[in-house]
């Protein structure tokens, strides 16, 4: 009996969707959920990415919930131009933003974030390394993403554009 409930319930289990950003950030579709989204406000966010993934080659799961805030925001029907999304790297996120070639050299795979930072740039999300981190963890001259702009401090960055409203999200 038990074996027939559990096939019985797997064929109940809902799959993830990735609505608009394909290589990451799946999301469930919730029918039952109360609409909440302001499609006619703007939607500053701050995101913080400061963990490292898990093993070298799999995916950085920060990044990869930055893509589910973009897919969730999206999904809910935002238009693409409310929404302005800035992600800092910095601390143990460092290595992300290596190109395929010097995340190759330094961990023996190529970088697995690349194809989701480049579908995110393109998507309007504006990415910024910690230039503290980024000499502090000697990567200073590593080849990085193009897609990765360099700030002077994770720090400063924050602060400056949560005065300007940014919301920050610290996953």
Same mark, same amino acid.
């Given at each position: 009996m038990s074996i =027939? @409930?559990? %096939?019985?319930? $797997? $064929? *109940? %289990?809902?799959k993830k =969707?990735?609505?608009v950003i394909k290589t990451g950030g799946g999301m469930f579709e919730v029918p039952e959920a109360e609409p909440i989204a302001d499609k006619k406000m703007k939607y500053k966010v /701050? *995101?913080?990415? $400061?963990?490292?993934?898990? +093993? !070298?080659d799999s995916i950085n799961s920060t990044l990869d919930k930055l893509a589910r805030l973009v897919n969730l925001h999206l $999904?809910? #029907?935002? !238009? +693409?131009?409310? @929404?302005?999304v800035v992600a800092v790297i910095h601390f143990? #996120?460092? !290595? @992300?933003?290596?190109?395929d070639e010097a995340y190759k050299k +330094?961990?023996? =795979? !190529?970088?697995?974030?690349?194809?989701?930072?480049?579908?995110?740039?393109?998507? #309007? =999300? +504006?990415? *910024?390394?910690c #230039?503290?981190? /980024?000499?502090?963890r000697k990567f200073d001259k590593e080849p990085r993403n193009p897609n990765i702009k360099v700030t002077l401090s994770a720090m400063l /960055?924050?602060?400056? @554009?949560?005065?300007k409203g940014y919301v920050p999200i610290i996953p």
């Open positions: =027939v @409930l559990g %096939a019985s319930m $797997s $064929s *109940y %289990a809902q =969707v990735f609505p /701050l *995101y913080e990415i $400061s963990k490292g993934a898990d +093993k !070298p $999904s809910a #029907g935002i !238009p +693409k131009q409310n @929404l302005d143990q #996120g460092t !290595p @992300l933003i290596l190109t +330094k961990f023996g =795979v !190529p970088n697995p974030n690349t194809a989701l930072i480049n579908e995110l740039a393109d998507n #309007g =999300v +504006k990415f *910024y390394i #230039g503290q981190s /980024l000499y502090m /960055l924050m602060t400056t @554009l949560q005065s």
